[in-house]
């Protein structure tokens, strides 16, 4: 038996262990959206997710060991599994990353982002759950500057890690600061860039 | 007679018209700086400053339009009239401006910044004064690479403010994710620079 406390009239979901029960994952998951979109942030509790989808408090933090990971995973899920494409020209790869970010941060979904790192702020857990999502990007992105890298486009010694990570706080700067739905993307990736990038037929 | 409707028993400060009157002006500051370090960021209302300062409400509307303005003043004034100095090159004024910024972020009243920020992603009058302060910032710095440029120091056709914005995302995304402290000013400074200045001894 699960051994929280906050029991309801309901049956409760049975966690099958500590393999994700991917109903019961997709139902506390639904729950926390609901949440947030009905209550805001701070309506989103462990113990209001765990009521809402009839679910244990000890399975939720079994899954996800604080209100911040699970935040963060909730903007995580509804972004999916997005990978940034490599377009063959690091501009035109950066330009595609702003654009696909600033169409995701304009979305229902995507609108949670600044909430969390505003909650970041002053919520440990939700910084913890942030830097790792922030880790996981990071590498990401750093994997397209070092193809670029790999390919001859860019200036020698480039700290392929320090510049995915400038590119990503030119990224989130924007949209901390009100600007995504009014700045053009390939601009911007030009802008961060255009230090860096040899001029065609160069090498570096 | 001011208009408001907070009245307490004790007389009130008097407005000397558009004009500040300096020592009201300290008074309110005052009054708001202790607000925050009693009850956190939402203890400062327009209503409990205007109480605690023995202002009008109608005196401080008149000064601060919003609560925003009123909190960002705040930061303002505790940070005081600071301009980055021009050390003579761009990668040591930018790795100074880095030094100075993370340092004082790390005061007590530099602490206020983020949660500046924060309370902008959901409120729209702390937004808009964010908004001000950071052009306020951008424009300090836009000159500073400016010079650096006019010095020859940069690559062609540099665009200075682009590059001015993009020095200050790299400080704020620093300072959101927690990493002021562990992170050395010269080699973010080298990181963000990197691209863009033109080997000693050449010109642009």
Same mark, same amino acid.
């Given at each position: 038996? +699960?051994?929280?406390t ?9 966690? !099958?262990? #500590? ?17 947030v ?5 701070? @309506? ?7 009521k809402?989808?009839?679910?244990? %408090?000890?399975?939720?933090? %079994?899954?996800? +060991?604080?209100r ?10 509804? %972004? ?7 377009? @063959?020209?690091?501009?035109?790869? !950066?330009?595609? &990353?702003?654009?696909?970010? &600033?169409? &995701?941060w304009?979305? +229902? #979904? @995507?609108?949670?982002?600044?909430? !969390? !790192?505003a ?14 999502? =922030?880790?996981?990007?990071? #590498? ?13 486009e ?7 890690e ?6 990503? #706080? ?8 009100? =600007? ?9 990736a ?15």
């Open positions: 038996m +699960p051994s929280d906050d029991r309801c009239a309901q049956p409760q979901r049975r966690s !099958i262990g #500590a393999r994700r029960n991917p109903e019961t994952e997709a139902a506390i998951l639904t729950a926390a959206q609901e949440l979109e009905e209550k805001g942030l701070r @309506g989103l509790t462990m113990e209001a997710v765990a809402r989808a009839r679910a244990g %408090k000890a399975t939720l933090y %079994k899954w996800w +060991p604080s911040g990971a699970l935040l963060v995973a909730l903007y995580h899920a509804s %972004k999916g599994e997005h990978r940034h494409t490599d377009l @063959g020209s690091l501009p035109e790869t !950066i330009a595609g &990353f702003y654009s696909y970010v &600033f169409g &995701f304009q979305t +229902p #979904a @995507g609108r949670l982002f600044p909430l !969390i !790192i909650e970041a702020q002053s919520n440990e857990d939700v910084a913890d759950a942030l830097q790792d999502y =922030r880790q996981e990007r990071l #590498a990401d992105l750093t994997a397209l500057v070092s193809r670029a890298q790999a390919r001859g860019l200036v020698a010694d480039t700290d392929s320090a510049l995915a990570d400038l590119i990503m #706080a030119n990224a989130w700067m924007h949209l901390m600061t009100g =600007r995504i739905a009014v700045t053009d993307p390939a601009k911007l030009h802008d961060v860039l255009r230090g860096w990038c040899l001029p065609d037929g160069s090498s570096a």
